[in-house]
C-alpha cells in the first residue's frame, strides 16, 4: 500500500510538473508579442524620422533655391521701384511654398499618428486575447493540479 502511495505521488507530482512546464512555456507568447510589438514601434519611429528628415532637406533646398531666385531678380532690377515691385511679386510664389511645406509636414505627422493607431489598436486586441488565452491555460492547469492533490491524498 505504502509503494502504491509513493507511485501515485511520483505520478502525479510528475503531472503536476509538467502543467507547470506548459504553463512556463504559454509565457513565450507574450514576451514574443512584446517583442515584436517594440520593433514596429521603433521601425515607425525611424521611417517617421528619415521623412522628416527628407522633408527638411527639400525644405533647404527649396529655401536657397529661391533665395537664389530672389537674388538673381534682384540684381537684374534697373532701380529701386523695379526691384520693390519684382520683389513683391515673388511673395505669392513663397508663401505657397511655405503652405506646401507645412501642409507635407502634417501629411507627415498624421500618417505617423495612423500608424501609431494602428499598432496600438492590434496591440491592444492581440494583447486581450494573449491575455485571455494564458488564463484559460492557467484555469485548467489549477483545476487539474487541484484533482491531482485530491487523488494523492485519497489514496
Not at 8 to 20: H, I, M, P, Q, S
Not at 109 to 120: C, I
Request: no cysteine; glycine share 4%; aromatic share 4%.
Amino acid at each position: 500500500m505504502y509503494s502504491e502511495w509513493i507511485s501515485n505521488t511520483t505520478k502525479y507530482t510528475k503531472d503536476g510538473v509538467e502543467r507547470a512546464a506548459n504553463l512556463v512555456e504559454s509565457g513565450v507568447t507574450p514576451v514574443n508579442y512584446v517583442v515584436n510589438t517594440a520593433i514596429r514601434l521603433s521601425d515607425i519611429a525611424n521611417h517617421s524620422a528619415n521623412r522628416f528628415l527628407e522633408h527638411q532637406r527639400d525644405m533647404a533646398i527649396g529655401t536657397v533655391e529661391a533665395s537664389a531666385h530672389r537674388l538673381k531678380v534682384a540684381a537684374s532690377a534697373s532701380g529701386v521701384r523695379e526691384l520693390v515691385k519684382d520683389q513683391v511679386q515673388l511673395i505669392p510664389a513663397t508663401r505657397d511654398r511655405i503652405k506646401q511645406d507645412a501642409s507635407k509636414a502634417w501629411g507627415i505627422v498624421l500618417e505617423t499618428l495612423d500608424e501609431l493607431r494602428t499598432l496600438f489598436s492590434d496591440g491592444a486586441k492581440g494583447l486581450n486575447q494573449t491575455a485571455k488565452t494564458a488564463s484559460k491555460k492557467a484555469s485548467k492547469t489549477a483545476a487539474s493540479a487541484k484533482k491531482a492533490v485530491k487523488k494523492a491524498a485519497s489514496a
